[in-house]
């Protein structure tokens, strides 16, 4: 019987097709798109705050250990999106203490795939349609 001799064989093949087949979603971004990304949330919500506060923005965050825990494919307008979950480590200016915090993210990347915006939605247009406000990361070269 040739069954049993190739059943080591058909084995391997299948566990090495196994981890191709768990991938089928969007690559996740580089981490350094994922730390400007966080700084950015961080400073839009600081600085409409401090806007509504009257105050000044406390200035840049220093964010690191970024672990995202979830990743799905999402629509955002026309294009494709990545929705993360997860939680990082973050600090403000001059400030010791470090603060690990939880976060969600919404990512699109740029037409060419060199660029990537963050993506926040900003209610709905019709009550099913959502809008979203996008804002560039910087270039990671």
């Known amino acids: 019987m040739w069954l049993p001799r190739r059943l080591p064989a058909l084995g391997l093949a299948l ?3 196994l981890p191709i087949g768990g991938c089928g979603g969007a690559a996740q971004p580089p981490r350094s798109v994922l730390l400007e990304a966080l700084t950015l949330q ?3 919500t600081q600085g409409a ?3 509504a506060l009257r105050l000044q923005p406390e200035g ?6 970024v672990r995202v825990t979830r990743q799905d494919t999402v629509r955002i307008g026309e294009a494709k999106g990545l929705h993360l979950t997860g939680s990082f480590d973050w600090r403000l200016p001059d400030d010791p203490i470090r603060v690990d915090t939880p976060f969600e993210l919404y990512l699109q990347r740029g ?3 060199e660029s990537w915006r963050l993506a926040r939605p900003s209610g709905a247009l019709d009550g099913d349609t959502q809008l979203w406000i996008t804002d560039p990361l910087p270039l990671v070269r």
């Open 15 to 17: 566990a090495l097709l």
């Open 111 to 113: 037409e060419r795939g």
């Open 49 to 51: 705050i401090a806007q």
């Open 60 to 65: 840049v965050p220093e964010v690191s250990r």
């Open 42 to 44: 961080i400073q839009l």
